[in-house]
């Protein structure tokens, strides 16, 4: 399981493949583009944010979306 971490806090639901996630993170704006595996490095989310593997389930409240604006 993967999620989208902010910090040390997790930001959404977690999702099956690392993949998802970066699809989540694409339709809400978070970024741009999704990363290719050959690609040059550098910064494509936000500072602070992060895609990690969990090893728990994390669902949030039903409603709940992640934020537009990154302040």
Known sequence: ????FRGET???R???T???????ALEEG???D?????EAGGQVLPSGYHVKEI????DPLPNWKLPKEIS
């Not at 090893?55 to 994390?58: D, F, N, S, V």
């Open 1 to 4: 399981m993967y999620a989208l």
């Open 10 to 12: 997790q930001l959404g």
């Open 14 to 16: 977690t999702f099956p």
């Open 18 to 24: 690392e993949k998802e996630v970066w699809q989540a």
């Open 30 to 32: 978070l970024v741009k």
């Open 34 to 38: 999704i990363p290719v595996a050959d």
């Open 55 to 58: 090893a728990e389930r994390y």
